[in-house]
């Protein structure tokens, strides 16, 4: 491969996968990575918007056969000259020429590897898909390396520490913040092939792990499996959270049992993971209620969604950036780039939020899940907040659903805490009115024992309005 060309891979986590994102940066190539639960469809969109002209693949993953899906579309991708199955990485390796690309007799010394500057495109990751439509982010090398770095470092992850990460590598959880975050630490990275919450606990035990990043779907996992009493896990310093609402009784929990610290980052891939974070020794309140301060070297301000004017202090806007965080831009997608990006260089993330005086953010929700009902704006963030603190519910997501009258009628999708005794819509719409005006009480109630997720642990909300619609997801009660 050349320089500049991207290069694909298709797996979960393996050490390979490691190898191969640093033999690609360091080569000044592009790393396109790839969620391995994509099927052929997908994949080959992939494959065709990024232009790759390789692609390092796992034979199969949970029971898909992957190398038969990559044959099935080589026809189709003339721009992809090679297929590479990681069951032959060492042969593959091996056929490396190591000599100067001139061959002359003088200089057969190790190949020389090209320049590659800081702002260079070193990787295209595509967004998770809350909103249902994969954009490739082009993230650069100062990006990936900077962004890691602050955040092993704001979460005391100390010299030779010790992160266990089953966060998956395609993502920017797992391929970037964790793993070059403890390099940049001269850490020790204990991967896993996926997440188990009984593994990771053996793994902290058996490694003295002092690190992990675990969404707060994984966290309960752990909280709650058989093993946790048994394990020693003592050597857990901090535990890192985030991509999705972490609420004050989780984190308390985790910190009381866990008996370590803990963190909360926020973030988006076109940010390269994250611009902001809690910091270990800030109060419980802000702990629980906020994402923290920027990190290091990035503007963050919050503004009028409709001007791009800075809002005054305390009062809602949306979240936009600007530094070396933000991404190059959407591979081949002139348009969507102008969208996200203005041209003084202020990223919009569609995310609200307030800032204090002291730089704190608190996420208020998404631009895009902001329901109108009857003239009315109502945050679904804050009306999970609630519900969240309700005893019988252990997850709750709220969307707007369609309706003649007001536009728009609230609707909440709970995870009971105990799927056996689920609460009462009544009740839980009673509990609310205690706590939130009438109008932003919900006006449905709908139970399900599992979300529709994002590998990095986000709700997928138009998939529940999609299941809704199409009754898929039936309502609890009247």
């Known amino acids: 491969f050349a320089p500049g060309e991207r290069i694909a891979i298709w797996a979960p986590n393996c050490p390979e996968w490691m190898l191969l994102q640093h033999g690609v940066s360091l080569a000044g190539m592009v790393l396109v990575t790839v969620n391995p639960a994509l099927r052929a469809r997908e994949l080959r969109y992939v494959l065709d918007q990024s232009r790759a002209a390789g692609i390092f693949f796992a034979d199969a993953y949970r029971g898909f056969d992957m190398a038969d899906a990559v044959a099935s579309l080589r026809d189709g991708l003339p721009e992809l000259r090679e297929a590479i199955p990681l069951s032959d990485w060492d042969t593959f390796a091996a056929s490396g020429d190591l000599s100067t690309s001139d061959h002359s007799a003088a200089d057969h010394g190790p190949a020389a590897l090209p320049p590659v500057r800081p702002g260079d495109p070193a990787q295209i990751q595509y967004t998770s898909g809350t909103t249902g439509f994969p954009k490739g982010a082009i993230l650069h090398h100062r990006g990936v390396v900077n962004a890691s770095r602050f955040v092993a470092i704001g979460s005391g992850v100390r010299d030779g520490g010790i992160w266990v990460n089953a966060m998956p590598m395609f993502h920017i959880g797992g391929g970037t913040l964790t793993e070059l975050g403890t390099i940049a630490q001269r850490g020790t990275y204990v991967l896993l092939p996926g997440f188990d919450a009984g593994l990771v606990l053996e793994l902290i035990e058996t490694y003295r792990g002092t690190m992990i990043l ?62 902001s974070q809690t910091q270990m020794d800030d109060s419980a309140d802000d702990q629980s209620e906020t994402i923290g301060r920027p990190l290091p070297q990035v503007e963050v301000k919050i503004a009028d969604p409709v001007t791009g004017q800075t809002m005054p202090v305390g009062q809602v806007g949306e979240i936009c950036a600007r530094g070396y965080q933000t991404m190059l831009g959407y ?132 998939r529940l309005q999609h299941d809704i619609a199409a009754g898929t997801i039936t309502p609890a009660g009247p």
Not at 236 to 261: H, I, N, W, Y
Not at 364 to 372: Q, S
Not at 407 to 416: Q, S
């Open 331 to 462: 591979f081949g997608m002139p348009e969507e780039t102008a969208a996200a990006l203005d041209g003084d260089g202020w990223l919009r993330t569609g995310d609200l939020a307030a800032m204090d005086g002291r730089g704190y953010l608190t996420i208020t929700g998404r631009l895009k899940d902001m329901i109108i009902r009857g003239g009315e704006n109502i945050y679904p963030r804050e009306i999970e907040d609630v519900l969240f603190a309700h005893p019988a519910v252990a997850q709750a997501a709220v969307v707007g659903l369609a309706d003649e009258k007001w536009g728009e009628r609230v609707a909440a999708v709970i995870m009971p805490a105990d799927p056996a005794n689920p609460p009462s819509p009544e009740a839980l719409r009673d509990y609310c009115r205690e706590w939130l005006a009438s109008f932003k009480a919900p006006a449905e109630w709908f139970f399900v024992a599992e979300y529709p997720m994002t590998a990095s642990g986000k709700i997928q909300k138009f």
């Open 214 to 275: 675990a969404v707060p779907t994984m966290l309960l996992a752990m909280l709650d499996h058989p093993d946790l009493a048994s394990r020693d896990l003592s050597s857990l310093q901090t535990v890192m959270s985030g991509a999705a609402v972490v609420p004050d009784a989780l984190v308390r929990r985790a910190t009381e049992t866990f008996g370590c610290k803990f963190t909360i980052v926020f973030g988006q891939t076109e940010l390269h993971g994250v611009i």
